[in-house]
């Protein structure tokens, strides 16, 4: 059994509240543990919602922030302590797409200045030619040609073309990991079927795993091989995807799943759900379940000790819940 | 369901509205003679997808749009009065008291310096001329009632309310003048999925007490399933099929709503997805003929597609599709 | 339904918003305004071909003769000496040809090397953060709080600098606000989509300055530094005004200086103070010109068409 690919060990993320600092302490990720391998490429769903510390746990793997405690570990070797060329290596190897498929274009260049920086930084072509060929590649992998897109500015294509080319970017490199923030909640309903077809055959035909992370737990179900879900920086319950969206344990998971509205009129939302006024739930607390405060299985032990991750039976499926102790 | 499709029971009618927005390189055809009608007590759900035109329409019913966009042409009919032949004064009285807006991102724009209490009241004298403050409080106080917010929030700044409370104050704001209709755009897209539910059933109390009509103003068919009696489809411009909601899901005739409608992501079931080309035209320059042919992927296609442009009309009962029929 | 298409418009009106839009640069107020300080640059280099510029030396023309349109006073006007003379027989139209320049030399210099140190330190703070950003901070907060003109003003007392001296002295204080506000943008622009994916790339610090952040930051670091070289040579007129600036050669701010002390007021030569005083409102409308019409470049949302509604 070779090392995995991406293993976060126990990783916790703390804002503020330091010696120097102002303000109060959050506590966006806690105890956090996520393991990717090799082989097979899979696509892993991060899901939560505002709060829950995806963009957190997305900029701690892209590198652009430390763990307060814990280990982000790329093939065995700590994310935080590489050296240059180790860190170039990494960047090679895990790229990212980012939700807002304006923001990533710098207005002032044309969008091929995306191709040029990484080819030019990372010597994946030899002359211009080579380096016209290697862009074009990428972009017939996500159903676009150079010569109708490569000139034009940023604000003359539409976002879900420039959302592609992002992707077409990443692939340029031949990761081994792309971590998908949020990479169809600000593309048309229609056109995002197109570039989740994309990463499930960048996965099937290039072996590239994604790290998918969104709020949307339908395309969530449509493309994810395994989910973790994140509820107020701690994870609630992870496993198979199918498994858990079909028959999620944890309450605030069952709640989540049952509050999307479900395409069809005939199967309106039967129940009213009120949410207790204090809907700004994040607090100091570091220990207890988060989700105390909604919860209406909660108990006493709730709230002094934070519930770990049970097993369910035979299955890929753990729940952080007292209610399924064994 | 609905209400009865009679001329006395029209709250709003829009006529062949145009509004055009001036670039450099020519017009932007926002809205190309766009014709719908809402009735006393319904909700019609407004959707389509990015520069469909259905904010634009929203807009150009207040008589908001700003230069470059301008209103071309058009009737706007409020229970009978025509907002376009108002004169400032008389629009100004109009808007509020007989059409209230809830504009996108309309939670992030209230004024953070400024308490509840005071942005609502500051409202309704606006239009109401001074009041006595106990009436005044007592009816602040009931508007949070009705909207599901407790009396503290009378006090209270928006940055210590959570963004559907914040959502729901936008609600009461707009129906303190008991307008006969409430335009809501995109309400709910930047909450959370639990957080829509209630702020969606807020909005159904709503409007179940106080009998005023509604305009749904989204892109996301789930909750439009869930929300609304009646749908209308708008693409580039122009409106592609009016139609009971029930109708919609269950027979859409119009392919660009067929693509609407295969395009929602389940939650039930893992199916393949369904790619569809995105490439929209400029809406600078329309293709000739329908709008969307170039995407038609329908059985039904011709040629006269290409040249002449449908109209909507009348194709089942209360079902109004603008496609050529066989 | 007919369908209406563009060629329904006006053509003036398209033509009206083209320019503005396409060409943004091509801004009336900038283009005016650069056009005046670009005269005022030739005419520091090109006056000495039309003028005769030793005339603004003392004692070079006749004493105390006012513009040559005034005819009817003692002594009278000269076509000579277009503009008149102050009471050292120096010829006004000499003096303005010699001293804009000079004061447009003094707030390039002071300004130019305020907003590069601005730059370097603003940008380094701002992206980098940590304790560099800290020590540049609190050492330009510091720097803030030394009264400028009371220094300047001791300092010129003390040295009677020349104009290059002046310049540098202006310098020394000027890179404290530019300092500040491009750490404010260097720190908002950090977390720009496009500056995260150039860190993605693994792009150098340097690189993503240089070319992600330089070229989008160029009309808001232009306008900055028409702001600041107008208010350096604020700064320097108004120690010239107070008979502290170079004394060698002549300055606008100093012939006012003269005229103050000789009561030209009184005497009613307003051709004395009230050139140089014309021709310092050109220099500040000029730049403020610039600045509003960078202002306007580098703010899209200024750039309203008007169009009305039909």
């Given amino acids: 059994m070779s090392q995995p690919l991406m293993e976060i060990r126990d990783v ?79 960047r090679r190897e895990v790229q990212a797409v980012f939700q807002d498929p304006y923001e990533v274009y710098n207005p002032f260049y044309r969008v091929k200045h995306v191709f040029d920086l990484v080819i030019r930084r990372f010597n994946l072509a030899r002359s211009r030619r080579e380096a016209r060929d290697v862009i074009e590649e990428a972009l017939n992998v996500v159903g676009m040609r150079g010569e109708e897109v490569l000139e034009k500015y940023p604000h003359q294509l539409s976002g879900g073309q420039r959302q592609r080319m992002m992707v077409a970017r990443a692939f340029m490199l031949k990761p081994r990991l792309i971590v998908a923030d949020e990479p169809v909640s600000m593309v048309d309903a229609s056109l995002r079927a197109m570039i989740l077809d994309i990463m499930l055959r960048m996965r099937d035909e290039f072996n590239i795993s994604f790290l998918y992370i969104t709020h949307d737990l339908s395309t969530a179900y449509q493309i994810g091989d395994w989910i973790y879900i994140l509820y107020q920086g701690s994870m609630a319950e992870i496993g198979d995807t199918v498994t858990v969206i079909e028959n999620p344990k944890h309450p605030y998971v069952q709640q989540l799943i049952s509050s999307i509205p479900v395409p069809d009129p005939t199967e309106r939302w039967d129940t009213d759900i009120t949410l207790p006024p204090e809907e700004e739930l994040r607090g100091q607390v570091e220990s207890g379940c988060r989700f105390y405060p909604r919860c209406s299985s909660r108990m006493d032990r709730c709230i002094t000790k934070r519930p770990p991750l049970y097993r369910m039976d035979g299955q890929d499926h753990e729940v952080a819940c007292y209610l399924y102790e064994r | 369901m609905g209400a009865q499709a009679n001329e006395q029971n029209l709250v709003l009618q829009v006529k062949d509205l145009r509004v055009h927005y001036a670039t450099p390189t020519g017009d932007v055809i926002a809205c190309n003679g766009v014709d719908f009608q809402v009735y006393r007590g319904e909700t019609l759900g407004l959707v389509g997808e990015s520069g469909c035109g259905k904010t634009t329409a929203a807009m150009a019913i207040l008589r908001l749009v700003q230069p470059p966009g301008r209103i071309l042409h058009g009737q706007v009919l409020v229970d009978g009065v025509d907002m376009m032949s108002l004169n ?139 929300l609304v009696d009646r749908i209308a489809v708008m693409y580039a411009g122009n409106m592609m099929e009016i139609a009971p909601v029930q109708d919609i899901f269950e027979q859409p005739l119009h392919p660009y709503t067929q693509l609407l409608i295969d395009a929602i992501p389940s939650i039930k079931e893992r199916k393949p997805l369904k790619v569809t080309e995105g490439l929209t035209h400029d809406l600078r320059n329309p293709p000739p003929g329908c709008v969307f042919h170039p995407r038609c992927a329908s059985p039904r296609a011709t040629a006269r597609c290409h040249e002449e442009v449908p109209v909507l009309h009348e194709v089942a009962p209360r079902h109004y599709v603008a496609c050529h029929p066989e | 339904m007919a369908m209406t298409t563009a060629e329904g418009r006006p053509a003036a009106r398209r033509a009206a918003g083209i320019s503005l839009w396409d060409y943004p640069w091509l801004n009336p107020k900038l283009l005016i305004g650069a056009t005046i300080v670009v005269l005022i640059i030739l005419m520091g280099f090109l006056g000495r071909f039309v003028w005769d510029i030793t005339l603004a030396q003392a004692a070079s023309s006749p004493l105390n003769l006012p513009p040559f349109w005034v005819q009817d006073s003692i002594p009278a006007g000269d076509p000579a000496h277009p503009l008149g003379t102050d009471n050292m027989g120096r010829d006004m139209l000499a003096l303005i040809i010699t001293g804009l320049p000079s004061s447009l030399r003094v707030g390039f210099i002071a300004a130019g090397v305020g907003m590069f140190v601005g730059v370097v330190l603003g940008f380094t703070s701002g992206f980098l953060g940590g304790w560099v950003d800290n020590v540049i901070r609190t050492v330009t907060d510091a720097a803030l709080t030394i009264p400028q003109l009371l220094v300047l003003v001791t300092l010129a007392a003390y040295i009677r600098p020349t104009v290059t001296v002046m310049a540098l002295l202006l310098a020394a204080f000027a890179w404290r606000g530019p300092t500040r506000l491009i750490r404010a943008q260097a720190l908002s622009m950090r977390e720009r989509g496009y500056v995260r994916m150039a860190r993605l790339s693994a792009s150098s610090t340097l690189s993503i300055i240089l070319v992600e952040m330089m070229p989008n930051l160029l009309p808001y670091l232009a306008a900055s530094l028409a702001g600041n070289i107008s208010g350096n040579i604020l700064a320097a007129t108004g120690l010239e005004l107070l008979g502290l600036g170079p004394t060698r050669v002549p300055t606008l701010g100093m012939t006012i200086y003269y005229s103050i002390r000789a009561s030209a007021v009184l005497r009613g030569m307003w051709w004395w103070w009230g050139f140089p005083i014309l021709a310092l409102v050109v220099i500040f409308t000029s730049f403020f010109l610039m600045a509003i019409g960078l202002d306007e470049i580098a703010n899209p949302r200024l750039r309203q068409l008007q169009v009305k509604e039909e």
Avoid at chain 2, 113 to 125: T, Y
């Fill in chain 1, 12 to 90: 916790t993320k703390i804002f503020g509240g330091g010696f120097l600092q102002s303000g109060d302490k959050i506590v966006a990720l806690q105890d956090f543990s996520l393991t990717i391998h090799e082989e097979p490429a899979m696509i892993t769903t991060i899901a939560g919602e505002s709060g829950s510390g995806k963009t957190t746990l997305a900029n701690l793997i892209l590198g652009f922030i430390g763990p307060t405690s814990g280990q982000i570990l790329y093939k065995g070797q700590d994310v935080g302590a590489m050296n240059g060329e180790q860190r170039l290596e990494y």
């Fill in chain 2, 88 to 226: 400032e004064g008389e629009l100004r009285q109009a808007r509020w008291r007989q059409v209230a807006l809830i504009p996108q991102g309309a939670m992030n724009s209230l004024n953070p310096v400024m308490r509840i209490k005071d942005q609502i009241a500051d409202g309704i004298q606006t239009h109401e001329g001074q009041q006595p403050r106990e009436e005044l409080k007592e009816r602040i106080l009931e508007l949070l009632n009705m909207v599901g917010l407790p009396g503290r929030v009378y006090n209270m700044y928006p940055h210590e309310l959570s963004g559907g409370m914040k959502q729901r104050v936008c609600i009461a704001m707009a129906i303190a003048l008991h307008p006969s209709l409430v335009i809501a755009d995109e309400p709910t897209s930047a909450l959370d999925v639990v957080v829509q539910r209630v702020v969606a059933q807020t909005m159904l109390e709503v409007k179940d007490r106080l009998g005023v009509s509604m305009i749904l103003i989204g892109h996301d068919m789930g909750l439009q399933a869930q």
